[in-house]
């Protein structure tokens, strides 16, 4: 064999919604001014202060795969007895034909099918069966970051309204379940339900009436960690270990005394359902989660929420994404994160909050929040602080001189680009986020002898970084590493500047105003889902939320994510129930997207921008007025799909319940559009003009109307995702809006196989990677062989890989076989049937240098039977790699992108 070395790429999956704190780790300065020539407002990496992406190639994986089966489930009016025959008729012919398929869970209430540990070959080895309507990954979702603060003031209720839904509307979600898909419920914790002493209470108690652990204490999917143990060991017990569940759960619903420092949910008199699908750390998997959403359908929730989802999974066929909707279907409302993944820029929204019916949750930041404090002189001013994740907790007493390592103005401050630290012995270094990564910072202040660090931000907002080790072969951070907004570390600033000062560790908390309070968080996603629909679909308090935490972890932690502002839509959820049973599922969408409120931009505020639709959904959850509201519009938000075809019509229902005529006056507002690559997208204004059959539009009382709505796209920018918002604003009060968002141009013309990194696509090796493709794992080489080509055995792991970037989500990924040519490129097809692997509704890579591994395992399909899987003979061959463009035609060439690999010889000998 032939083949280079080189690169090597470090093993990371990105595709969990999780808690993060409210600015994503970067550097560059923003731009303060919207200097916006023909609309162009600037990147990502410049606005939001993200650092430039990393030309390291990083391997995204799969190793378990979903089979969808054609039967029907339950849910769809199919029988559990048909579905269990076609899964065993399908498992029986594996067997027949040698696929070696392990089966993890199997499925038939809201989903036919099973999940399997398989190689990518055997999965393919049943493409052709007709019981197969299609493949999935099953995909790792990370635990979320259990990283907290202090106790914060209660002030997200009164941001959605809910205060005003319990205070003088009357409702607290009584007699309504709510189901959480989570790491379990604290089922001892008073404001949940139970007696307060760990351990002291039996399940079911009085609040937490159902649920299931389906992993056990143990449990880890995350295979690069040291405590990865893949194996589940279920029980009846759904207790909290993790404390990711248990705030949830007190965020929906808990009813604690908030004088005594309790904490007051949404919907305090709930019931629960706690679904356990995460161990005392790390990951599970999505087929866990499918389970999980079977067992709250038997259960009956009324309200099931998923404060997780599988980051870049856009595609709202994904099981976990469908099994919601079939969840809908059957009445229940599905509430899900949408993820946190918005520092890797646009299209990063995940599965099952792209589910065509569910309710897809962004975040905003918190108006306040209580954190730890020091003083400095000479006044004794205190200064609230985050503690950084991967460091020492900061102590609780003592003095020590504050010194700084460069200026608000510095660039590279701290970066070892920049050369050496002067002398910190003794010292509190005082250094300001921006081009080189928070551990870098943190490690050379250390070696510079400094005994704590400041980190203090370069854009508005609090922070809350890591400094953990980017490798295990870097040395941890021994010394404490704590955070200041960018405010507070200016001051910080002059004052060292003006003289010594000295700063005192406490032991007590300060309320600190949020500065990005009511705008959207930096960390949460950005969609639309890869079929073009609207997501998110509206968003709530997510940044720096306090909430019930299992008693042996203090009882009460503040967190942040968009895993905090679904349980409060959930909870939400829960009121509007109770104040109107009848309402269906989609009815409540409907109405909590008429009643939200739209935020300004987060990256350049008070400017007259409005953040992206395709990033907040409807706005700000405002649970009251949706209570209240007599009239509604349905539908709650316009798709509108790719503009190529020309304006979108749209038509808007309204009824009014009420005892007398509304008359609403039309017209709308802007957000602003994206476009460019997707990990850095850049930024414009709106521009799309929309116009209505009537100015006005009068609805009876007791009766509807309807108006109709033509929207046309901006001219620019190309390419890109624009939207807005609907107003019908009558003459007292409150507004209804309904968001919309299309697509600029042609859908298929978005890249998919670009460049990345070393050259990809590319051609690689099972054994260049240490371990079969399906686990993490680090590549050694550069990924590519010689143009001559390279022989493999095909055997032990002996195949090769082709190895791609995906640039944007296609809708289909496949290998085919050729025959080589004596010049090396591919000749006629190999047989009539040369689809080696297939894949469908696959997402986009995380980053500028993620890239998804095919193998070729020398086989290729042969037809029917129990031998449509054959060896090829021993010669030369070429693989062709297709992507099908989203939304694309597989037939029309403009709709798909192909690479040939170098020659690969088969010789078994």
Request: hydrophobic share 40%; charged share 15%; aromatic share 6%.
């Amino acid at each position: 064999m032939t083949r280079r070395a080189g690169l090597a790429a470090t093993a990371a999956v990105a595709l969990a919604a999780g808690t993060l704190g409210t600015v994503a780790a970067g550097s560059a300065a923003p731009a303060t001014t919207a200097a916006a020539e023909d609309g162009y407002l600037g990147t990502l990496s410049e606005l939001a202060g993200l650092p430039e992406p990393s030309d390291e190639l990083v391997h995204e994986p799969t190793g378990a795969w979903f089979v969808e089966l054609t039967a029907k489930p339950v849910a769809d009016g199919g029988t559990s007895a048909a579905a269990r025959r076609q899964q065993d008729r399908v498992l029986a012919e594996a067997d027949a034909l040698g696929a070696d398929l392990d089966v993890r869970y199997t499925y038939d209430r809201l989903w036919n099918g099973f999940s399997v540990s398989a190689s990518e070959t055997d999965i393919s080895s049943l493409a052709g069966s007709a019981d197969v309507a299609a493949v999935y990954p099953v995909v790792t979702i990370d635990a979320p970051d259990p990283a907290t603060s202090e106790p914060a003031m209660d002030s997200a209720l009164g941001m959605t309204g809910a205060d005003i839904a319990q205070s003088e509307l009357g409702f607290t979600g009584d007699g309504l379940k709510v189901g959480i898909v989570d790491s379990g419920i604290d089922i001892d914790h008073p404001d949940l339900g139970g007696g307060g002493t760990p351990g002291g209470t039996a399940f079911p108690t009085e609040r937490v009436v159902a649920g299931y652990d389906f992993v056990g204490d143990d449990y880890n999917a995350d295979d690069s960690s040291a405590g990865y143990q893949p194996t589940p060991h279920p029980d009846d017990n759904p207790d909290d270990c993790y404390g990711h569940g248990s705030h949830v759960a007190g965020i929906v619903g808990a009813d604690g005394d908030s004088a005594a420092g309790g904490v007051l949910g949404v919907a305090p008199d709930v019931e629960f359902g706690a679904y356990r699908v995460f161990g005392c750390a790390g990951s599970t998997t999505s087929d866990i989660i499918l389970a999980a959403l079977e067992q709250a359908h038997a259960d009956d929730m009324d309200v099931v929420n998923m404060s997780l989802g599988a980051g870049f999974v856009t595609w709202p066929e994904y099981p976990t994404a469908t099994a919601s909707d079939a969840l809908v279907d059957d009445g229940v409302v599905v509430v899900a994160s949408i993820g946190n993944n918005g520092a890797a820029g646009t299209w990063s929204a995940g599965a099952p909050g792209v589910g065509d019916k569910v309710i897809g949750v962004a975040s905003f930041d918190n108006l306040e929040y209580d954190a730890r404090m020091f003083t400095v002189t000479p006044d004794g001013r205190e200064f609230g602080y985050a503690e950084a994740t991967g460091a020492p907790s900061a102590p609780t007493s003592g003095d020590l001189p504050l010194s700084r390592t460069g200026t608000p103005d510095a660039t590279q401050d701290a970066c070892t680009a920049a050369g050496p630290l002067p002398d910190l012995s003794g010292t509190v270094a005082l250094i300001e986020r921006g081009t080189c990564p928070f551990y870098e910072k943190a490690r050379n202040a250390q070696q510079a002898g400094a005994s704590a660090v400041i980190l203090y931000n370069n854009v508005p907002g609090a922070l809350a970084p890591t400094v953990a080790p980017p490798s295990p072969a870097d040395p941890p951070i021994t010394i404490p590493v704590v955070a200041l907004s960018q405010g507070d570390g200016v001051e910080l600033n002059n004052r060292i500047a003006a003289g010594t000062t000295t700063l005192t560790w406490t032991d007590e908390t300060t309320t600190i105003e949020n500065t990005t309070a009511g705008l959207i968080s930096s960390f949460s996603s950005y969609g639309m889902a890869s079929d073009l629909s609207l997501k998110p679909d509206l968003g709530a308090p997510g940044g720096l939320i306090r909430s019930t935490y299992p008693l042996e972890d203090d009882g009460y932690a503040v967190v942040s994510g968009t895993s905090m502002s679904s349980p409060h839509v959930a909870g939400a959820v829960a009121l509007l129930l109770q104040a109107h049973p009848s309402l269906t599922p989609a009815q409540v969408r409907d109405l909590l997207q008429n009643s939200a409120d739209p935020a300004d931009w987060s990256l350049i505020p008070d400017a007259g921008y409005v953040e992206p639709a395709h990033r907040q959904g409807a706005g700000m959850l405002d649970i009251d007025d949706a209570i209240l509201a007599s009239t509604a519009v349905t539908p709650g938000k316009l798709s509108l799909g790719e503009s190529e075809a020309g304006p979108s019509t749209r038509t808007l229902t309204l009824t009014n319940d009420a005892d007398a005529p509304v008359t609403y006056e039309l017209s709308h507002t802007d957000g602003i559009s994206t476009a460019g690559a997707p990990n850095n997208p850049q930024f414009f204004e709106g521009g799309a003009t929309v116009a209505f059959s009537a100015p006005s539009v009068t609805v009876p009382a007791g009766g509807s109307a309807t108006v109709d709505v033509t929207v046309t796209a901006p001219a620019e920018p190309a390419l890109g995702q624009y939207g807005g918002w609907v107003v019908l604003t009558p003459a007292d009060g409150q507004p209804l809006r309904v968001p919309f968002a299309g697509f600029a141009g042609d859908y298929q013309q978005l890249p998919i196989l670009t460049p990345a990194g070393a050259g990809l696509p590319s051609l690689g090796d099972v054994t260049a990677c240490g371990r079969y493709i399906g686990v993490n794992c680090t590549m050694g080489g550069v990924y590519d062989l010689l143009p001559e080509g390279a022989t493999f055995s095909m055997t032990e792991g002996d195949y090769p890989v082709v190895l791609a970037h995906l640039e944007h989500a296609p809708q289909n990924v496949s290998l085919q076989l050729f025959h080589a040519k004596a010049d090396g490129t591919a000749g006629r097809p190999y047989g009539r049937w040369n689809t080696v692997f297939s894949e469908d509704f696959v997402g986009r890579s995380s980053t500028a240098t993620a890239f998804n591994a095919y193998t070729w395992d020398g086989t290729r399909p042969r037809g029917s039977g129990t031998d449509r899987r054959v060896p090829v003979p021993d010669g030369r061959y070429v693989l062709r790699l297709t992507a099908t463009k989203p939304l694309g035609d597989p037939s029309n060439p403009d709709h798909v992108e192909t690479w040939d690999s170098p020659v690969v010889v088969v010789d078994r000998n």
